[in-house]
């Protein structure tokens, strides 16, 4: 069946970097769109990053470009986020999913995982 899991969450200090990775499997990664969510305590989930399994097209939401990396290894079936300057807003549960269409609205992704939390404070 259909699996996303995350790991690389954790603590870290503002100013540091974190790498996420989602290892898939039950699906052709080349097929689908891989997006990285997020979802602050009191907060809606919002869309960080996607790319595309075909061309490797990317989007960032405004707040994190220049800071966050999306790529992707198709041989290692897995995802990865790098994160970099992280400040104390990017604390939140990040999820990864993934779906058909090239999108940052959550309702069109089909898989997700269960979430790593990442938290940045000093």
């Known amino acids: 069946q259909v699996q996303l899991v995350e790991s690389g969450g954790g603590l870290v200090q503002p100013g540091g970097s974190l790498r996420l990775s989602c290892a898939t499997s039950?699906?052709?990664?080349?097929?689908?769109?891989i997006a990285w969510f997020r979802q602050a305590p009191g907060k809606e989930r919002e869309a960080v990053s996607c790319?595309?399994?075909?061309?490797?097209?990317?989007y960032y939401r405004d707040s994190v470009k220049g800071r966050f990396t999306i790529s992707r290894d198709n041989a290692k079936n897995t995802v990865y986020l790098q994160m970099n300057s992280l400040k104390p807003e990017d604390t939140a549960v990040y999820y990864c999913?993934?779906?058909?269409?090239?999108?940052?609205?959550?309702?069109?992704?089909?898989?997700w995982g269960q979430g790593t939390q990442v938290t940045v404070s000093s």
């Open positions: 790319i595309t399994g075909n061309d490797g097209t990317t």
């Open positions: 039950g699906f052709t990664l080349d097929y689908y769109v």
């Open positions: 999913a993934a779906g058909q269409v090239y999108t940052d609205y959550d309702g069109a992704y089909d898989y």
